[in-house]
C-alpha cells in the first residue's frame, strides 16, 4: 500500500439508519459503493438498527424536522477516528435555509435527507436510478465536508447544489484539487 494511499483513509465510517429509512437503500449503498467507501475510510459498516427519530427534532409550523438533533445523535454513537453518517427519510432544515439535502461537521459526523431527492416529492412519477443517484452525490458531498473539504466550484461532488438541477448536474466523485487537498 502506498503512503499516498494510506493517507486518504482516515479513520472508520459507520452508516445509519434513522426510523422510516429502509435497510435496503444502505444494503445497496454498501454494495455499489464499498469500493469508494473503502477509498476514504479503513473500514465502514452498516448498523442493523434503526435509530429514534430525536426528540423536539419536529417543527410542527414548518411540517419540517430541525436537522441538528440528528447530528448530535449520530454524535453519541461515535468515538473519535469514527465518522458516523445518517440517512433520514424525512425533510430537513437549518436556521437559515428552506431546507437542506444535507449538512456535516468538518472531521465529524453527516446526514443526508432523502425526500427531496425523489421526484416524487414533487408530484412527478419516481425514478428509482434518479434517486439513487442524487442520494449517492449528497453523501459524497457530505462526506467530503466530513473528510474535511470546503464547497468547490469545479466539476466536482463538493460544489454546492441549491437545487435538483444542480445535484443532477454535478458528477459523483472528487475533482483532482478535492482529491489533493484530502491527502
Ligand atoms: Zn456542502
Ligand atoms: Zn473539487
Not at 443517484?133 to 449528497?138: A, I, N, S
Request: hydrophobic content about 35%; proline content about 4%; aromatic content about 12%.
Amino acid at each position: 500500500m502506498s503512503g499516498r494511499f494510506k493517507e486518504l483513509r482516515t479513520g472508520t465510517l459507520r452508516i445509519f439508519g434513522f426510523e422510516g429509512t429502509s435497510q435496503e437503500i444502505l444494503v445497496r449503498l454498501a454494495k455499489e459503493h464499498r469500493e469508494r467507501f473503502q477509498r476514504h475510510f479503513t473500514d465502514f459498516t452498516i448498523h442493523p438498527d434503526e435509530l429514534a427519530v430525536p426528540e423536539g427534532s419536529y417543527v410542527r409550523s414548518r411540517g419540517q424536522y430541525k436537522a441538528y438533533p440528528f447530528l448530535e445523535s449520530l454524535g453519541h454513537l461515535v468515538t473519535s477516528n469514527t465518522h458516523a453518517l445518517g440517512l433520514v427519510n424525512l425533510d430537513l432544515f437549518v436556521p437559515d435555509l428552506n431546507f437542506i439535502f444535507g449538512t456535516a461537521q468538518f472531521g465529524g459526523n453527516a446526514i443526508v435527507a432523502l425526500p427531496r431527492l425523489r421526484q416524487s416529492f414533487f408530484g412527478l412519477p419516481h425514478d428509482d436510478t434518479m434517486f439513487f443517484q442524487r442520494t449517492v452525490k449528497e453523501i459524497f458531498h457530505e462526506l467530503g465536508h466530513v473528510l474535511g473539504l470546503r464547497h468547490c466550484t469545479n466539476y466536482c461532488v463538493m460544489w454546492f447544489s441549491n437545487s435538483l438541477a444542480e445535484t443532477d448536474g454535478k458528477p459523483d466523485s472528487y475533482c483532482q484539487d478535492c482529491l489533493r487537498q484530502m491527502e
